[in-house]
């Protein structure tokens, strides 16, 4: 239901944005990401989903499928709706809200506005089900990891189920391993979350 909008910006405000699609105005509340790719009197798309509750209808705009994903799992935190997971994404990149919770970084998040030290505490404790207690089956290439190939492939599903793709996360672990990260023995899951996100944020 309303995956996506296309159409023309009409004006963007913060990160709300107003979206004139085949003459009916669309009302989307944006991520901070989302937002920027908006400029008024030039066409635009947005990934969008439609919260309906008994307070009413939300319509959520995203830059891509990814921010969704992790919009859509930060919402099955006992606590956090629709408008606390915008919040969170509006005040910080997807990549570093996942690397945040990936750390249990409790002191980064609480200094999201409307994120106090419990809902920080949860969001952290809840969403590391999505980084832990994954399967393996990949597919990897053997040459690909010796060692460490459990933390390693729970780290690259962890990521899928953010919305990463396999074809971009093989060559940064590849890289990762090649440049023995780990001198000191394997990495757990979460240190190879953290390490693979900085390398994608640099790419």
């Known amino acids: ?3 996506f909008l296309s159409g023309k910006v009409i004006s ?3 990160t709300l944005v107003v979206l004139d699609v085949n003459g009916m105005g669309f009302e ?4 901070g990401r989302g937002a920027e790719m908006c400029r008024e009197g030039e066409n635009a798309l947005l990934v969008t989903h439609l919260q309906i509750s008994e307070a ?3 319509l959520f705009g995203f830059a891509d499928d990814r921010e969704r994903g992790l919009f859509l799992k930060l919402t099955t935190v006992k606590g956090v709706g629709g408008k606390m997971a915008m919040n969170i994404l509006k005040s910080a990149p997807a990549e570093r809200v996942v690397s945040w919770i990936a750390a249990s970084d409790v002191d980064s998040l609480v200094k999201i506005p409307g994120v106090g030290k419990k809902t920080a505490e949860r969001l952290c ?6 980084f832990e207690g994954l399967g393996t089956d990949l597919n990897l290439s053997p040459e690909a990891f010796a060692s460490g190939e459990t933390n390693i492939n729970l780290a690259m599903e962890g990521l899928r189920s953010l919305g990463f793709a396999q ?6 672990f590849r890289k990762l ?3 023995n990260v780990s001198a000191d023995g394997d990495l757990s899951p979460e240190q190879w979350i953290r390490l693979a996100l900085k390398e994608l944020k640099r790419n």
């Open 56 to 58: 009413g209808s939300s």
């Open 12 to 14: 963007v405000s913060d």
């Open 177 to 179: 391993k090649a440049g």
């Open 125 to 130: 404790f809840e969403m590391h089900r999505h």
């Open 28 to 31: 989307l509340l944006c991520t």
């Open 1 to 3: 239901m309303l995956r």
């Open 167 to 172: 074809a971009e996360l093989l060559p940064v």
